[in-house]
């Protein structure tokens, strides 16, 4: 008898690229909700004269922002909106579910994995264990769920 829970697959690349593009189009609505409300505010206390947003104050808002949309929802069940629909589920390298901490290495690390070129995501497609480079410094995995009940053909 084994305990162990049963290892999922890992998605390939392009399935987790195409479920970012998903997650994209909701964090690019994100940041102009975002921009909007700090303006708002902004012309508020400044009695309706012309002010601008501080860029530094501005960036740090989408910082925070961004890291609360990921944290958010890898912390309620290990999936953003496009991970659910691409059927991919953040889980901690044990199979459990990720601390806040984790969320935030993650959100950190993969800004790193894109920004050096993108090859912390390419190196998905040299690992023997299948992860990235932020999947390593956040103690993370993604994992491949199997299609529901619902979806398979009588």
């Given at each position: 008898?084994?305990?162990?829970?049963?290892?999922?697959?890992?998605?390939?690349?392009?399935?987790?690229?195409?479920?970012?593009?998903?997650?994209?189009?909701?964090?690019?609505?994100?940041?102009?909700?975002?921009?909007?409300?700090?303006?708002?505010?902004?012309?508020?206390?400044?009695?309706?004269?012309?002010?601008?947003?501080?860029?530094?104050?501005?960036?740090?808002?989408?910082?925070?922002?961004?890291?609360?949309?990921?944290?958010?929802?890898?912390?309620?069940?290990?999936?953003?909106?496009?991970?659910?629909?691409?059927?991919?589920?953040?889980?901690?390298?044990n199979g459990g579910?990720?601390?806040?901490?984790?969320?935030?290495?993650?959100?950190?690390?993969?800004?790193?994995?894109?920004?050096?070129?993108?090859?912390?995501?390419?190196?998905?497609?040299?690992?023997?264990?299948?992860?990235?480079?932020?999947?390593?410094?956040?103690?993370?995995?993604?994992?491949?769920?199997?299609?529901?009940?619902?979806?398979?053909?009588?």
């Amino acid at each position: 008898m084994n305990d162990a829970p049963e290892k999922r697959p890992s998605p390939s690349l392009l399935r987790h690229l195409v479920s970012m593009v998903y997650d994209a189009l909701l964090v690019i609505a994100l940041i102009f909700v975002v921009y909007a409300i700090a303006l708002g505010v902004i012309v508020q206390l400044s009695d309706g004269e012309q002010e601008v947003l501080n860029p530094h104050l501005g960036q740090a808002l989408v910082v925070l922002s961004l890291v609360g949309f990921f944290s958010a929802f890898w912390l309620k069940n290990g999936q953003t909106l496009g991970m659910q629909a691409w059927r991919i589920k953040l889980v901690a390298i044990n199979g459990g579910e990720i601390t806040f901490r984790q969320a935030v290495l993650r959100c950190a690390g993969a800004t790193l994995s894109a920004g050096c070129l993108g090859l912390g995501y390419l190196w998905k497609l040299v690992d023997r264990n299948d992860r990235y480079w932020h999947d390593y410094l956040s103690g993370t995995t993604l994992e491949l769920l199997p299609k529901s009940s619902r979806d398979k053909s009588p």
